[in-house]
């Protein structure tokens, strides 16, 4: 493989005329020619490892999301990949399968792999961990210190499931959902939902189990036996919405027929096809940019703690009428 020195020689310049074209800098016309001739013609490639060193940066972001599975990761994976690579960076895809062992490795690796900042999905212990001059920027996941964090707004996202329901003609709810040890924004989902049915006097039950949890199935039917008059239900995403769908089904329990349901994430099978039911839809792509806005902030001023919260919407997918 060839080198800067291999390049100098080819050109007959300077090595130091050399790393000015390689990094941008300005040269005698026909220096330049020289140079970008010699690179032409050895097939020369910059190494931006060696580079990054020297500048204490390698234009590398690593994002660590739970799983590659979930549509909502992995859409939010690929729009993180797309701004960066406008950007001139490249982004390290950190897949934890939802163990927290797994978040810790990945974060010590990248810190020690001179990453210039992380973007993570987080549900695990790992604030000791951020005690560092590393750029970091938190999804959904709200640290007692200072740390970046961008946020669907839950809030409003639970009190809007609420409001169209009972726009709906729905007149007793359910919320289902679970929630983590650890703080995360998603709790706001059933705040929002709690906030709106009391100020508005809506008749309405609460399901949050605590993570990891079982016997849904079992709390879901004795909930429905103890009040047979609900008629419109909140799940904390769409996945478990569509799980309750399912639950209640075998139990003779018809959607439309006898509830409606709503779910939050705006889950869809493809970019082409509808939502796979009624959902408040987050704004995959401006969390992207939002969070990559952030981080780049941070990594230019090391002092730089900023959040931000993205609207919501709600959007028709067939299991409300």
């Known amino acids: 493989m060839a080198t800067m020195k291999d390049v100098a020689m080819e050109a007959n310049v300077s090595l130091g005329s050399v790393s000015n074209v390689i990094n941008g800098k300005e040269v005698k016309p026909d220096t330049y020619n020289k140079v970008m001739e010699a690179i032409k013609k050895l097939n020369y490639e910059k190494n931006d490892l060696a580079t990054g060193l020297k500048n204490n940066k390698t234009n590398t972001v690593g994002l660590i999301i739970p799983t590659v599975w979930h549509p909502f990761f992995s859409e939010l994976a690929f729009h993180v990949e797309q701004i960066l690579q406008e950007d001139g960076y490249k982004m390290l895809l950190c897949n934890t399968h939802s163990n927290p062992d797994n978040e810790i490795r990945y974060i010590q ?20 961990l951020l005690n560092s001059n590393l750029p970091f920027v938190s999804i959904d996941r709200i640290f007692d210190k ?42 706001d989902r059933k705040v929002g939902f ?43 995403n769409d996945f478990l919405a ?14 439309i027929e006898d509830y409606q349901i709503i779910g939050f994430d705006g889950i869809k099978l493809s970019k082409e096809r509808s939502y796979m ?18 981080l780049f902030k941070n990594i230019e001023n090391e002092s730089f703690y900023g959040n931000a919260y993205v609207p919501v919407r709600f959007e028709e997918g067939g299991s409300t009428k």
């Open 146 to 187: 200072d740390v970046n964090f961008v946020a669907s707004d839950n809030y409003q996202g639970g009190r809007l499931a609420a409001k169209t329901l009972v726009e709906k003609g729905c007149k007793n709810l359910l919320y289902v959902g679970s929630h983590n040890v650890f703080k995360n924004a998603t709790m």
């Open 109 to 128: 690796m990248l810190r020690k792999n001179m990453i210039d900042g992380i973007i993570a999905i987080s549900y695990s212990d790992i604030e000791l």
């Open 242 to 255: 569509i799980d309750i769908i399912k639950m209640l089904n075998v139990n003779q329990i018809k959607l």
């Open 277 to 294: 039911i009624s959902t408040i839809v987050q704004d995959v792509e401006r969390i992207a940019k939002e969070s990559v806005s952030i």
């Open 194 to 236: 709690e906030a709106y049915c009391n100020e508005n006097n809506i008749a309405h039950e609460i399901i949050d189990l605590l993570e990891p949890y079982s016997g849904l199935k079992e709390e879901l039917i004795a909930t429905f036996n103890k009040n047979e008059g609900i008629d419109g239900i909140f799940a904390i």
